[in-house]
């Protein structure tokens, strides 16, 4: 698939706009943005709002008068759904809004296989240090930082975020979304678990060695920053240089003040913080991706150093929840793209695969060979972050529309015989996951699925013919018949068909 480069006087990538400003701009010019000028709390308000406008797949708000704080902007779910389903990743993509998951899919998958490395920029040259903060004027009240939902534990200054953080022995900068909340005016709480992320790996180091960690906390990036920061890479691999593969051009980075951590120079606000060894607070509860409240516990403290910020600034927030919303819609995407990255990369080439909300399952069709689905577990088990938020599988026919739900169960309900539903024991347990059980949580493993809703590989041509041909419009006639049905279709009384791709 070729794809057009936005063009100019210099090579560009494959987006106009550079930051987040100009992404928001052309989402209004696109009718997906919708500015909000009467005056909304950050306390329920926002989050109540922004929810609703998920669940309708309304536009996405730009509120405009936030109570108590007059200084700022808020976007709220910018890569929520819309209409379609993908229309603002698309739009964030530089592609036409209309274009197909599965377009996206190979779109993704080709960028991800072309990673930029980062630009280095001077401080003179970064917006987001046109003001910086530091001792106490580095306060986190000073944002408007939501209280999301009444079922959280508190405000949350880092939803649609990223964490940047270095691993003190190798140098490999890790980025990546963690929620982040209040505590009080110069400090806050991240969600980093050790046996699951990279962040909370890293950490680990910085507590064996007695040292603080550095953390900067930046909100506001240009969107696909955000989309390599979520994408489910493996230890090692560079988000950044990711995330300029799926721009097309290096992201433009700038030094911290208090650290050596390097940021986005574009992005509207930037928290420069350092978490000290032995330092927990209570974190949580949140309503999460899953579509339930999840996890309340003791989590890392991170004092603020520093706080550095364009002239006034756009705060960003996430809303997740039960599907869709701005987590479900790029991730299902992006998972489905790195999974079959992965698989070609070991030599196993599929046809499709898809992460449906909350991209907890795969999806993944195949034509059936013996041992090639046990052979596709292994390779997707083996990633270390691709996974980690899976509940199970499901193996269909390459006849079967991945994307397509009603595809999906039509085939688990009359391809799959029971005896190939499988249960994978003692994986390593998200504590994000509703179903844990209490013994799961404790001893942090869990149980998932597998549903091979495919024909088996040996059974022959003449039972498969006498038992498994489809009976639809495109299978059960010859083509002559379904030529003759849709040539004269406006005859019968119906109108233009404006898409016939489901009589294919």
């Known amino acids: 698939m070729r794809e057009q480069k936005a063009t100019g006087g210099k090579e560009m990538g494959y987006v106009r706009y550079t930051d987040l400003r100009g992404f928001v701009n052309e989402l209004g010019e696109a009718g997906e943005l919708q500015p909000v000028r009467a005056q909304v709390d950050w306390n329920l308000e926002v989050g109540a709002l922004t929810r609703l406008i998920c669940e309708r797949r309304q536009p996405a708000p730009l509120f405009e008068n936030i109570k108590d704080y007059p200084s700022y902007r808020m976007a709220g779910v910018l890569l929520g759904p819309g209409r379609p389903l993908h229309a603002r990743l698309a739009m964030a993509l530089g592609v036409d809004k209309e274009t197909l998951p599965?377009?996206?899919?190979?779109?993704?998958?080709?960028?991800?296989?072309?990673?930029?490395?980062?630009?280095?920029?001077?401080?003179?040259?970064?917006?987001?240090?046109?003001?910086?903060?530091?001792?106490?004027?580095?306060?986190?009240?000073?944002?408007?930082?939501?209280?999301?939902?009444?079922?959280?534990?508190?405000?949350?200054?880092?939803?649609?975020?990223?964490?940047?953080?270095?691993?003190?022995?190798?140098?490999?900068?890790?980025?990546?979304?963690?929620?982040?909340?209040?505590k009080d005016e110069q400090s806050f709480a991240v969600l980093l678990i050790p046996a699951e992320q990279h962040g909370g790996g890293i950490l680990r180091k910085y507590q064996a060695m007695g040292k603080p960690m550095p953390i900067a906390l930046v909100i506001g990036a240009d969107p696909l920053s955000h989309l390599g920061a979520i994408a489910p890479l493996d230890h090692g691999m560079s988000e950044v240089a990711a995330a300029g593969g799926l721009r097309g051009e290096g992201v433009r980075l700038v030094r911290c003040e208090t650290s050596d951590l390097e940021v986005p120079a574009d992005a509207e606000i930037v928290i420069e913080a350092e978490i000290v060894p032995g330092e927990v607070t209570e974190e949580g509860p949140f309503g999460e991706y899953t579509g339930h409240?999840?996890?309340?516990?003791?989590?890392?403290?991170?004092?603020?150093?520093?706080?550095?910020?364009?002239?006034?600034?756009?705060?960003?927030?996430?809303?997740?929840?039960?599907?869709?919303?701005?987590?479900?819609?790029?991730?299902?995407?992006?998972?489905?793209?790195?999974?079959?990255?992965?698989?070609?990369?070991?030599?196993?080439?599929?046809?499709?695969?898809?992460?449906?909300?909350?991209?907890?399952?795969?999806?993944?069709?195949?034509?059936?060979?013996?041992?090639?689905?046990?052979?596709?577990?292994?390779?997707?088990?083996?990633?270390?972050?691709?996974?980690?938020?899976?509940?199970?599988?499901?193996?269909?026919?390459?006849?079967?529309?991945?994307?397509?739900?009603?595809?999906?169960?039509?085939?688990?309900?009359?391809?799959?015989?029971?005896?190939?539903?499988?249960?994978?024991?003692?994986?390593?347990?998200?504590?994000?996951?509703?179903?844990?059980?209490?013994?799961?949580?404790?001893?942090?493993?869990?149980?998932?699925?597998?549903?091979?809703?495919?024909?088996?590989?040996d059974w022959d041509a003449t039972y498969r013919e006498a038992h498994t041909v489809v009976a639809d419009f495109a299978h059960a006639w010859s083509e002559k018949v379904q030529r003759q049905v849709l040539d004269r279709w406006t005859e019968y009384g119906y109108g233009e068909i404006e898409d016939d791709s489901m009589t294919r």
């Open 293 to 457: 409240r999840a996890h309340h516990g003791l989590s890392p403290l991170a004092r603020v150093k520093c706080i550095t910020h364009r002239q006034n600034p756009i705060f960003t927030m996430a809303n997740m929840g039960k599907p869709w919303d701005d987590w479900a819609v790029p991730a299902s995407i992006l998972v489905s793209a790195v999974a079959k990255n992965r698989l070609e990369d070991h030599g196993i080439r599929i046809k499709a695969c898809y992460g449906h909300a909350p991209v907890t399952t795969l999806v993944v069709s195949v034509n059936p060979r013996p041992g090639l689905t046990k052979k596709i577990l292994s390779i997707l088990m083996s990633g270390e972050r691709l996974f980690l938020a899976g509940t199970g599988i499901v193996f269909v026919d390459e006849d079967v529309d991945v994307t397509n739900l009603e595809d999906v169960w039509w085939a688990i309900t009359t391809r799959m015989h029971p005896d190939r539903f499988e249960v994978l024991r003692d994986l390593p347990a998200n504590p994000l996951i509703p179903y844990l059980t209490p013994e799961d949580r404790q001893r942090h493993v869990t149980s998932q699925w597998v549903m091979e809703a495919t024909f088996p590989a």
């Open 102 to 182: 599965l377009e996206l899919i190979e779109i993704v998958r080709q960028r991800l296989r072309a990673p930029k490395e980062p630009v280095k920029v001077e401080r003179n040259e970064a917006p987001c240090k046109e003001v910086i903060l530091q001792g106490d004027d580095a306060n986190l009240l000073s944002l408007p930082c939501p209280w999301i939902k009444e079922i959280d534990g508190g405000r949350y200054v880092g939803t649609w975020d990223i964490v940047v953080i270095k691993d003190p022995e190798t140098g490999w900068v890790n980025w990546g979304t963690y929620r982040c909340m209040v």
